[in-house]
């Protein structure tokens, strides 16, 4: 008796496992790119309109939300002229709201290939922001500029004289290891520094080409970790 129960139990365990095995092959194979080719690539109607899917794709629906949070140095004296050891204070989150649309969306090749233009917006969120946490909230960071500067010496294998004229420059333009800079600023709106400008000017390139080009300026139009992007296309 308990032979043959075992006999059935296999049997039906064999039979559902087909049966499961009969449904779910046609889905990969023939239903589920049924589905892809009718409703969810992208594609626009006779009339310029566009189906569902590809209305959302192009107007994203959903707000994202960047949590940012900096370590504030809070003995930028001591640091500087002791060699103390920074002393840091977590702020944050300061919460970024992000916004993004496509326009000039352009199908070619029968509906295969697509161009478009790609729009972000980052606004501050104060109301998701933490409480005290101010768009204009100054912050002791390390200085991107300085230590670019630094590390470009070290890159390039400055000389002695190319040294001491990279110090006297920082030091005429007010540069040190440590800046207090904005929130905002640091984040995506991007913040002025004298170094970054002087790189940017004409003079600077025309005396460089000049001099036979030295040394390789970085490429850095703004200072800040998102410099610039508030609102960004691409």
């Known amino acids: 008796m308990r032979t043959c129960t075992a006999v059935l139990l296999g049997l039906l365990l064999l039979a559902v496992f087909l049966f499961g095995v009969f449904l779910l092959a046609p889905f990969p194979i023939l239903l589920f790119p049924a589905i892809i080719k009718t409703q969810v690539y992208l594609r626009q109607e006779k009339d310029g309109q566009f189906p569902t899917a590809t209305f959302y794709w192009s107007n994203l629906p959903a707000i994202q939300y960047y949590e940012m949070y900096y370590f504030n140095i809070t003995n930028p004296d001591e640091v500087l002229y002791s060699g103390?050891?920074?002393?840091?204070?977590?702020?944050?989150?300061?919460?970024?709201?992000?916004?993004?649309?496509?326009?000039?969306?352009?199908?070619?090749?029968?509906?295969?290939?697509?161009?478009?233009?790609?729009?972000?917006?980052?606004?501050?969120?104060?109301?998701?922001?933490?409480?005290?946490?101010?768009?204009?909230?100054?912050?002791?960071?390390?200085?991107?500029?300085?230590?670019?500067?630094?590390?470009?010496?070290?890159?390039?294998n400055f000389s002695k004289v190319m040294t001491k004229a990279l110090d006297v420059l920082l030091l005429l333009l007010g540069e040190s290891p440590l800046r207090s800079v904005t929130q905002g600023g640091v984040s995506f709106e991007s913040y002025p520094d004298p170094l970054i400008t002087l790189i940017n000017s004409n003079l600077t390139k025309v005396l460089l080409s000049f001099l036979g080009n030295p040394i390789t300026l970085p490429n850095v139009p703004a200072m800040g970790y998102f410099p610039l992007v508030s609102t960004y296309g691409s």
């Not at 840091?88 to 326009?103: D, Q, R």
Request: aromatic share 14%; net charge negative; charged share 20%.
């Open 84 to 156: 103390a050891k920074a002393r840091l204070v977590e702020l944050g989150p300061y919460v970024w709201a992000e916004t993004e649309f496509k326009e000039g969306i352009d199908f070619r090749q029968s509906g295969n290939t697509v161009y478009y233009r790609n729009n972000k917006t980052w606004v501050y969120s104060q109301e998701n922001s933490c409480a005290g946490c101010h768009l204009e909230d100054l912050l002791m960071l390390p200085n991107a500029a300085y230590m670019s500067a630094v590390y470009m010496q070290q890159q390039q």
